[in-house]
């Protein structure tokens, strides 16, 4: 009797602690959701603060292209100013795209190129898209964790007592990325 | 099938995690042991000499539940407080040992090295980490790490000026991944663990050599000589006995220990693996960490800086000699690192690459940033005011010199002549501002400086682009030391026969140098350093180091290195040499 007893209390006790340690590892998947949320918008502010910064630089040697300084500006202020999720998708890839032909254009100035506070505003611009893409990538690689670990067989059971959530992806909307490529043959 | 990354970062965790617990185990057991035989000191001793009544009755004493929750207790206690002293201030310590420093907001590479490390730790979901570098010329990396203050990832300043942005996020990656895995707390865990067999074997080792010096010095000057006397009721035999009984301790706790140390390795290596995969989790560029650990390990062989201890500690152990490093026996037992080839070989896989692509990229690479260098030097020359004539003081034009290398001529006056390249009208120098800012920088960081051999003056020179100062008549070099690696690294510079050989010459002697430190030699020489007028400490004459045995005079104080005529050169040429072979 005594035995029985015993046996069904270590049961008990192991599935306890069992539930402990996986409400524990799904909480703190959670908040490094959060987290890595919080991330990816302190990069996106970074990006906005360095812009100001190119333009004044690019300005002095770009008089030509005052339009494609006009437009990384206009970008700007509507990643700036974007408040729902898919506005600010949308305005960050425009304004990587306005980045991208500014670049382009300074190629064909070799003075700006060479110009040491060029040099180190690129190398910022350049640090900060690689910090948006990790802080990216390690949102979606928390998120991927989370939602596999809710679903799988046992912990789904907690995941379900204690309303646990798949979180969505972060997903870039460039057709670019999004096309399947074509094979012929 | 390709492996992939967080399957292999799985796998070596449950490897690690088994070895980490046979560790803990058998340091415990280690302990068990030792307490067993010694109270069973007498028990055994009855086998040894059976006709005395002493040891006659005794009777075999396992150890019981107590007693053996005793001795794990005390173990424990043990290993904690040796883990306490150990890990105090333990990054503090490196950095001072590695003489690291951070990084240089003047510095753009620096600067650069530092952003990647905030671009990793993004990635890691924003842990805090250091940057901080070693100066250097050697290619490493090493994490830092206590578990109490910031952990840092220092890299060397050769790593940062010979590898590209992506392969040094590559390593900074693997370090990281160090850092993440909390590798470093647990190697000081261990190492504090069985630090104390270690330093007993070595406190028994200095004790049986001590009573050995001491009898034989006891010997030769005609003392009687002393008998061991234990408790002075043991007869001759026992007191055989007593020395046997020891040399079974020792012999127990020397296998503890190499089993330790083995299993240390093991665990070692795999962390490597593990660090590995965790870079490519953290950076997705399997193929820049390859070409990293590529260029690496083929450069392993410049400036050995001995901090052996440390090893474990680096991103390819700097040591290691080359053979060990491919595989074979020796690969698989006796080193920190696992064979750097195989790691290779994992990240190729992983990138669906392959060696000879690897090479071509590297190759490319390499002609790429040459090309990239030429250009961007020509065009800092324009936006500098190109190249410009100079009026001698007989009249005579000599250049076309960058604007920064006039200072080096100790003649110039403010209303010295110079004209452009390709231009005619000539203006006084003193209205080019950019040469004026350089000259004053100068002034400020050097005192006026005489040659220490011969006393006559000393002009700053560019050699091989870096800012030195040469003697006008002996042409001798004085050099600072962090300088002297950097010089080492270009290639701008051919030699002629003459040096080829001295070098050759001293390659030669280097190998057959015993292993002598970097100790004074003897001379009736010794220079004054003029930077440290103040401080008694001279130059020193001494050797580079042993495996460039040039002779060199060096402040003790501030590291100014005083090379004579042509033995930078000729160090330059060996190096050159030591690193195409």
Redesign the interface.
């Known amino acids: 009797m005594t035995l029985t007893f015993v046996v069904l209390l270590v049961l008990v006790a192991i599935v306890f602690f069992w539930g402990v340690g996986v409400y524990n590892t799904l909480v703190s998947l959670r908040e490094?959701i959060k987290?890595?949320w919080s991330?990816i918008d302190v990069?996106l502010h970074r990006r906005h603060d360095l812009i100001p910064n190119l333009v004044e630089t690019a300005k002095g040697y770009l008089k030509h292209e005052s339009t494609t300084l006009e437009n990384v500006i206009k970008a700007r202020q509507m990643a700036v100013d974007a408040s729902s999720i898919p506005d600010k998708i949308q305005a960050e890839n425009f304004l990587t795209s306005t980045l991208r032909s500014l670049f382009a254009v300074s190629e064909n100035y070799?003075?700006l190129?060479?110009?040491q506070q060029m040099?180190?505003v690129h190398?910022?611009i350049?640090?900060t898209e690689?910090?948006i893409a990790?802080?990216r990538?390690?949102y979606n690689?928390?998120v991927n964790r989370l939602n596999t670990s809710i679903q799988l067989f046992p912990n789904n059971f907690i995941a379900n007592t204690f309303r646990f959530e798949k979180a969505a992806f972060f997903h870039i909307d460039n057709p670019d990325v999004a096309k399947v490529p074509q094979v012929k043959f | 099938m390709a492996y992939s990354f967080t399957q292999i970062e799985k796998d070596k965790s449950r490897v690690i995690a088994a070895a980490f617990c046979f560790l803990v185990f058998l340091y415990f057991i280690g302990f068990w042991i030792i307490s067993l035989l010694i109270t069973n000191f007498y028990f055994f001793g009855k086998y040894f000499d059976e006709s005395t009544t002493a040891f006659a009755k005794v009777t075999f004493q396992p150890l019981g539940w107590i007693t053996s929750f005793k001795i794990f207790s005390f173990a424990l206690v043990l290993a904690i407080v040796q883990w306490f002293f150990t890990t105090f201030q333990l990054v503090d310590r490196l950095i001072y040992h590695f003489k690291a420093m951070d990084p240089d907001p003047a510095d753009s590479t620096q600067q650069m090295f530092k952003n990647i490390v905030e671009e990793v730790s993004v990635a890691t979901g924003g842990s805090h980490i250091r940057p901080m570098i070693i100066p250097s010329m050697m290619l490493n990396a090493c994490a830092l790490s206590d578990g109490k203050s910031i952990p840092v990832i220092a890299v060397t300043k050769g790593l940062l000026y010979k590898l590209n942005r992506s392969q040094i996020e590559a390593v900074v990656g693997h370090e990281a991944a160090h850092i993440l895995s909390k590798d470093g707390e647990h190697t000081a865990i261990i190492s504090s663990m069985f630090e104390i067999f270690g330093s007993s074997l070595r406190a028994m080792w200095t004790t049986v050599q001590g009573i050995s010096d001491d009898s034989s010095h006891n010997v030769r000057i005609g003392y009687p000589r002393r008998s061991i006397n234990w408790g002075g009721s043991i007869n001759s035999r026992q007191g055989v006995y007593v020395i046997f009984f020891i040399i079974i301790v020792v012999i127990v706790i020397w296998v503890i220990n190499i089993l330790a140390a083995l299993m240390r390795m093991f665990i070692s290596r795999q962390r490597e693996f593990r660090a590995d995969a965790v870079a490519v989790r953290l950076t997705r560029n399997p193929l820049a960490l390859a070409e990293a650990l590529h260029i690496i390990s083929h450069r392993r062989h410049s400036l050995y800086e001995g901090q052996d201890s440390l090893q474990s500690l680096m991103i390819v152990s700097p040591t290691t000699p080359r053979f060990f490093t491919e595989t074979g026996l020796g690969a698989e037992l006796f080193t920190t690192h696992p064979p750097t080839e195989e790691r290779i070989k994992i990240l190729l896989n992983m990138s669906f690459s392959s060696n000879e692509l690897l090479d071509q990229a590297l190759n490319n690479v390499t002609a790429k940033e040459e090309e990239e260098l030429k250009e961007r030097q020509k065009i800092l020359a324009k936006a500098h005011g190109g190249l410009w004539y100079v009026n001698t003081p007989n009249n005579t034009w000599v250049g076309p010199h960058n604007i920064s290398a006039f200072t080096a001529f100790d003649w110039l006056t403010a209303d010295t002549l110079v004209k452009k390249m390709g231009e005619n009208t000539t203006i006084p120098i003193s209205q080019i501002k950019d040469y004026m800012d350089e000259y004053r920088n100068l002034l400020k960081q050097h005192p006026t400086f005489s040659c220490p051999a011969c006393g006559s003056k000393l002009n700053e020179i560019t050699y091989e682009k870096n800012p030195i100062l040469q003697c006008s008549k002996c042409q001798g070099l004085l050099i600072q030391e962090n300088i002297v690696s950097v010089i080492l690294e270009r290639r701008e510079k051919t030699f002629d026969n003459r040096i080829r050989q001295m070098a050759q010459a001293l390659i030669i002697e280097s190998k057959n140098l015993p292993q002598i430190g970097l100790s004074s030699l003897e001379s009736d020489r010794m220079y004054r350093c003029d930077l440290c007028q103040n401080n008694p400490r001279k130059m020193r004459k001494r050797i580079f180091n042993r495996y460039y045995p040039v002779e060199i005079d060096k402040c003790m104080n501030c590291g100014l290195v005083w090379f004579d005529k042509d033995e930078l050169e000729v160090m330059q040429c060996m190096y050159e040499m030591r690193n195409l072979t």
Request: no cysteine; aromatic share 8%; glycine share 4%.
């Open positions: 490094n987290n890595g991330q990069q070799p003075e190129k060479a110009s040099i180190k190398e910022e350049t640090s690689n910090r990790f802080a990538q390690y690689d928390e």
